[in-house]
């Protein structure tokens, strides 16, 4: 990426949503040259699928389907069905977030049903805390769910789960979800102008 003619350097930003979020946390623990990291409604701790890196291998956290609750909807509510990566044995499949040196800006959405995406950025970011870092921010919104799209995207509360192809809640509010695109996608912008654009 550093050597496309349109890349300014002298390092990356990563925005992911999701797994894909889990992905660029993982990237920006263990490779150079990343500065800032735009997560959203993301894991952090390797799921599905094992993380291996050079001779690093990270373990997935476990998924419990029986612990899906259906809901009014027939539909359900995946957010209980990890192990909590804050304690053992999920605490195995916690991505290093402390030897990255990219700023991280955590959005999400309180009313996520797929990910405990509030809980783990409250979490990780007290670890990163305990280790002196200040390399964090949150931006949190009540009654918007696991889909967090760039402004006048529909929402769409049910969606199919990635995993388990079954009807999921995504959760959300018509108008808090809209008012939280508009005012999350500013801020994306604003954080990587501010970690990104050097003068």
């Known amino acids: ?11 990356v930003g990563l925005l992911g949503f999701s797994k894909g979020g889990e992905m660029c946390l993982a ?5 150079k040259n990343i500065m800032a990291v735009a997560s959203l409604n993301a894991p952090v701790a390797i799921t599905c699928i094992p ?6 291998i990270i373990p997935t956290l476990t998924l419990y389907e029986h612990k899906a609750k259906a809901t009014n909807s027939k539909c359900l ?16 499949s916690l991505i290093p977030l402390d030897k990255a040196e990219a ?27 305990a280790q002196g870092k200040e390399n964090f921010q949150i931006l949190s919104y009540p009654g918007t769910g696991h889909c967090i799209d760039p402004p006048f995207f529909p929402l769409y509360r049910i969606g199919s789960h990635p995993v388990f192809h079954k ?30 654009i050097v003068n």
């Open 1 to 11: 990426m550093l050597q496309h003619p349109q890349v300014k350097g002298p390092g």
């Open 27 to 31: 990237m920006a623990a263990f490779l």
């Open 51 to 56: 993380l291996c890196y050079k001779d690093k």
């Open 77 to 92: 509510d995946y957010s209980d069905v990890l192990d909590d990566p804050f304690q053992a044995p999920g605490n195995q």
């Open 103 to 129: 700023q991280f800006l955590f959005v999400l959405g309180q009313d996520d049903h797929v990910v405990k995406s509030e809980h783990y950025a409250t979490e990780v970011c007290k670890l990163l805390q």
């Open 167 to 196: 009807r999921a809640v995504l959760g959300g509010e018509l108008r808090a979800y809209s008012k939280a695109q508009v005012h999350a996608w500013s801020q994306i912008q604003a954080f990587f102008k501010k970690y990104l």
